[in-house]
Nanobody, 119 residues
């Protein structure tokens, strides 16, 4: 059974940092594209950052570029999202997702972790 489990969310003040983790299990993800999405109340889910599991290619939404960093630890089957200089508008539920590198559809999603940034 494939599972993605996020952790690391919380309540922080503006300007603080948080690191989210996504632990993947159930099969190998060496050919998968891993991504972080977020959904704020009343808004659509949006792409935040993504990375090829076994490569160095990363992509970021313009709103987080320069502040967030996505990385992975293949030995631990874990993807991270380091978030710095957090802003109140970063408040959302953050989700980890995985898709095959050749597919446009994300097949697996985590349950989400809440990030709240106070001003």
């Amino acid at each position: 059974q494939v599972q993605l489990v996020e952790s690391g969310g919380g309540l922080v003040q503006a300007g603080a940092s948080l690191r989210l983790s996504c632990a993947a299990s159930g099969r190998t993800f060496s050919n998968d594209y891993m991504a972080w999405f977020r959904q704020a109340p009343g808004k659509d889910r949006e792409f935040v950052a993504g990375t090829i599991w076994s490569g160095a290619s990363t992509t970021y939404a313009d709103s987080v570029k320069g502040r967030f960093t996505i990385s992975r630890d293949n030995a631990k089957n874990t993807v991270y999202l380091q978030m710095t200089s957090l802003k109140p508008e970063d408040t959302a539920v953050y989700y980890c997702a995985a898709r095959r590198s050749y597919s446009a559809t994300y097949d697996y999603w985590g349950q989400g972790t809440q990030v709240t940034v106070s001003s």
